[in-house]
């Protein structure tokens, strides 16, 4: 079910932005909050919302893949997530040289 509603919520981000920085941003701000969520599950001492993260949110998205994909498809898809991760951090570099 996780996967469907991320690749729901891909198709939405394309569909109103229509940019491929818009894919690579929304591609970091999910990894970002899924690893926000999974340290808030460890970290919590509330036991309730701790395991409600840990059954319904993956920790990232290569788990994700990793999750829902192997052999060759998981390789394509891994690199993938790392080309998207690299392109991200071109762009934010770039941004940041500017505001210098």
Known sequence: MDLIIFILVICIILYLFRSFNAFIYFMALAEILLRLLAFLSERLPIPEVTTWIKNNVPNS??????NYSSGVLNDVLSWGLFICFVIFEYHTFRIFLKKK
Do not use: A
């Open 61 to 66: 998205i290569q788990s994700l893949i990793n």
